[in-house]
Each structure stands twice: as C-alpha cells, then as structure tokens.
C-alpha cells in the first residue's frame, strides 16, 4: 500500500474518531474532535497531492478518496443535526445527494468502468463544507468560554441555518452536474427512485408530497417546498434532453412539489389532507386554464410549473374554505 492510500484509509478512521468525542459531550471533547477534523482535511490535501507527485495514483484512490471525503463531512453534518444545531431534512438532503453519487461510484466499479473522477465544482463543493464545519466547531468550542457572550447565539444560529442551505444548494448543485447526461440517474433523482416505475407513478408522487408535509415540522415546510421546486426545476432540461421525452411518466418530483405547496398552510389533519390530495390530483390532471397554458408556454420547465399552478389553486381553495369555515363557527 503506497502513502497517499494509506492517509485515504486513515481519513475514515479519523472520521468515525470525530463522531464518537462530538458524542462525549462538549468544551474539551469539541476541542478535541475539532482537531481531528482538521487532521482528517489536511490527509484530503495531502493524499492527492503525494499521489500526483509521485505518479502514484491508483484505482483505489479514484474511488476511495471522495467517498471518505463524504464519511468526514456526513459525519460532522449527522453530529450537528444531534446537537440541535441543523433541522434533519436539511441534513437527509446532503447525505441523500452524497449516498447517490456513492452509489453511482461502486455501480461503475461493479460494471468495469473507470471510477467517477471528482469534477471542480465537486473539490469547490467538499472545501466549502469543510469550512463550513470548522466555523460551527469553532463556535462550540468558544460557546462555552468566558469569552462567549450568549446574545450572539440568535445571530449565529441564523448564520449556521442559512449556511447550511448555501451548502445544500451547491451540494445539489454538484450532484447534478455529474448526473446531467446519465439517464438512469436522472430517473431515480426525479423518479423518486422505484415509485417512478410503479402505475399511475403521479399519484405516488403526490402521496409522497403528504407524507413529506406530515412528518416534517411546519416550521421547515416553506423552505422544503422552495428547495425541492428548485431541484425539480433544474433537473427538467437534462431529463428532456436525456430521454428525449417531454415529462415522461417516470419524472414525478414535480408531483411533490405541486403536492407539498397545496397544504403549505393547512392544519395537519387526515381529513383537509385528503380533500387537498384529491383537489391537487384533479387539477393536476386535468389541467384547466390557465394551468395547460402554463406548462405549454414555460419550456421543458413547464413539467413543474403546471403542477406548482395546480398546487397554487388547491392552495387558494383551501384556504377560502378555512377562511368560510372559519367565520361561520364564529
């Protein structure tokens, strides 16, 4: 085994060393973690560096480097969810993204071809979270200090909910730009991966939406709606120019986001949650004006934007007979 495969395999060590003192607690044990992520992310540096200095890269470093890359950096993602810190789907959707392109890894290994090999944008994605993550350590660590004055802690939250978007969205944004040309990737991003191939894959789709405004806090259901909408929206042109096919049957991502943004506002119960499933599911499939107008007129994007205008409505109805609801018990 050369060096730069060694400190490769080392990284995974050190990622799991990390995860366990984030466990034991905080002050020293953050402290201490904290330098053996900065240990973790100097063997990052260094494993490629010797490897192209002294012609020793391997197939085995192709492949193993940016999975241990992820380990690290899910590790620390995973430890701040636990902490409190970050809310878990904002934490589910970078891990999600990084189990994909693993996945994609090994399928290339199993078929015999050459491993992915880490794009710019894909090094620009991991060097930002690492930063990221340093930030946060360096706040638990002084958090705890007499240094460290608790009416910064509002501030700081907004910094470290709102960086971690940014770093979902790059994160999103890396992963697509490796699955852009690769048909059946594409089809289990926006297929949701088997529930696209299942029949009449549209109303799998919308119940998936319900089940994802169930379960996940109100407080977080704006910013979902937003985040999976723009996923959706970017994945439309590759998919069009992929298969070849205007919204092809499999592409239900758009079902969700229709889904989600039709009981945005609506209280959590069985019953407006049906009503607003069977209102989304008939104007999402009937496509009124100016619903078909819109997805005509919005290019391959249209896949989306009908069904975010039927969620619109179902959206508008709802919410009138909440209001008439409302009233009358008043």
């Excluded at 085995?60 to 999975?67: A, Q, R, S």
């Excluded at 704006?222 to 590759?238: D, G, M, N, R, Y």
């Amino acid at each position: 085994m050369n060096l730069p495969n060694f400190l490769t395999i080392l990284r995974f060590f050190l990622a799991l060393l990390f995860l366990y003192l984030m466990f034991l607690g905080q002050g020293q044990w953050v402290a201490a973690a904290f330098s053996v992520f900065l240990l973790a992310s100097l063997t990052d540096y260094w494993d490629g560096r010797l490897a192209r200095s002294r012609n020793q890269v391997t197939y085995f470093g192709k492949l193993m480097d940016p999975i241990a890359d992820k380990t690290l950096t899910a590790c620390a993602f995973g430890s701040f969810y636990f902490l409190r810190l970050l809310p878990g789907f904002l934490v589910l959707l970078v891990i999600g993204r990084d189990l994909i392109v693993t996945w994609h890894r090994l399928a290339l290994l199993q078929s015999g071809q050459e491993p992915l090999v880490s794009r710019e944008s894909g090094k620009h994605k991991t060097f930002l979270q690492m930063v990221y993550i340093c930030f946060v350590l360096c706040y638990l660590i002084f958090k705890n200090t007499s240094f460290w004055n608790a009416v910064w802690d509002p501030f700081v939250f907004q910094v470290i909910y709102w960086g971690m978007l940014a770093i979902l969205l790059l994160t999103l944004w890396s992963g697509l730009r490796i699955f852009k040309a690769r048909l059946p990737a594409l089809k289990a991003m926006a297929g949701l991966g088997f529930l696209g191939t299942l029949p009449w894959p549209g109303a799998w789709g919308s119940l998936a939406g319900i089940i994802l405004c169930w379960f996940l806090p109100a407080q977080h259901l704006l910013l979902a709606t937003i985040l999976v909408s723009f996923f959706a929206i970017f994945l439309c042109k590759p998919v069009v120019a992929t298969s070849g096919i205007y919204d092809p049957q499999w592409f239900i991502l758009d079902e969700v986001c229709g889904m989600t943004l039709s009981v945005l506002w609506v209280p959590k119960t069985v019953g407006l949650y049906l009503v607003g499933y069977a209102l989304f599911r008939f104007f999402d499939v009937l496509k009124p004006w100016p619903i078909y107008k819109l997805e005509k007129n919005t290019g391959d994007e249209g896949i989306v934007w009908d069904d975010l205008a039927a969620g619109a409505v179902t959206a508008l109805i709802l919410f009138i007979y909440l209001r008439v609801t409302a009233g009358a018990a008043g």
